[in-house]
């Protein structure tokens, strides 16, 4: 027969209560790290651009006048199409290739090749957006690029031909591909490690062969990866302001110093001395992004239970 030492259970709960203490403390604590930045960084400022939008240059309330004026603006609409465009090809190509190279990558068995991989595609997130755009102004000349015969087959024989506005929604997109796809290939690989392998090999003893595979089984267990993925890089691509001022300036004005609308809500700033109006540019742009960024939560299942 055996004996249980009833006092046990008593210690046991005692010694495990102040680790979960200890563990609830951590965890108010990063939150309220979060929370604060939240406030000073992101809500703060959205409040301050909501003052300026809606009043004039002397405090007084404006209603829409400053956002009917920047709409009329006839640099605004240009730049919506401009970030339009960037957006609809950055992200098909984030969600078709990233989600395609993730399995690619999780589907090969080497362990060490399968490693470097992950590394090879991380590594260009690792460059800042300023040292990226600069990698490739280099890389976008066809007289000193190292894929100089890829550009001349497209028919490019200078820079300025290759960074014409109308090529720029694909230039901007392939660039951001190459800093961003990799980080979140990782993502996508770490997802698709937490399919259980008895499913994957229930279907596999089932015959389904691996395009059926990932077609099925992976890409609807990565919906809501994907949709994040979406919300996250449209956030980040609504912004375009960076590689759009270098080219500018590399290009000798080929590329508009108002190409995309973060660009003209810094001449309405600094050139103009509208605070008012780049304001009103900044709330617009929050406002769409937000209704993006809400279809892609509610048609991806992003905080679905289950």
């Known amino acids: 027969m055996t004996v249980v030492d009833e006092t ?6 005692a010694t495990a209560r102040p680790a979960g203490r200890r563990a609830n403390v951590m965890g108010y604590g990063f939150v ?11 809500l703060l400022p959205v409040l301050y651009a909501g003052y300026l939008g809606f009043t004039d240059d002397t405090g007084r309330f404006a209603g829409l006048a400053n956002f009917t004026r920047v709409a009329g603006d006839f640099r605004f609409w240009p730049a919506v199409s401009h970030v339009a465009l960037y957006l609809l090809v950055w992200l098909v190509a984030l969600v078709v290739l990233v989600t395609a190279l993730a399995i690619v990558v999780h589907a090969i068995r080497i362990r ?3 490693g470097a991989l992950r590394l090879v595609f991380y590594l260009p997130g690792a460059l800042a957006g300023a040292s990226s755009v600069l990698l490739w102004l280099f890389v976008l000349d066809p007289t000193a690029s190292p894929v100089r015969p890829l550009l001349r087959l497209l028919g ?7 960074v014409v506005p109308g090529n720029l929604p694909v230039v901007f997109a392939v660039i951001a591909f190459w800093t961003g796809a990799g980080g979140w290939i990782v993502i996508m690989y770490g997802a698709l490690n937490n399919i259980g392998a008895e499913v994957i090999e229930a279907a596999r003893v089932d015959g389904a062969s691996v395009v059926q595979i990932a077609w099925r089984i992976q890409l609807p267990m990565l919906r809501r990866w994907i949709s994040y993925m979406c919300v996250m890089s449209l956030a980040a691509g609504t912004q375009l302001f960076v590689e759009p ?5 590399a290009s000798n ?17 600094f050139q103009q001395n509208d605070f008012n109006g780049a304001a009103a540019i900044s709330l617009l742009l929050l406002v769409v992004a937000l209704a993006l960024s809400a279809v892609f939560v509610t048609r991806g299942g992003l905080f679905e239970k289950g």
């Open 156 to 162: 490019f024989d200078s820079f300025v031909q290759v």
């Open 245 to 249: 001022q270098l080219l500018a300036q």
């Open 112 to 114: 060490w090749l399968g």
């Open 253 to 269: 004005a080929v590329v508009p110093n108002d190409y995309s609308l973060n660009q003209l809500a810094y001449q309405y700033a």
């Open 32 to 42: 309220a790290v979060y929370a604060l930045l939240m406030l000073v960084f992101g």
């Open 8 to 13: 046990a259970v008593p210690v046991a709960v």
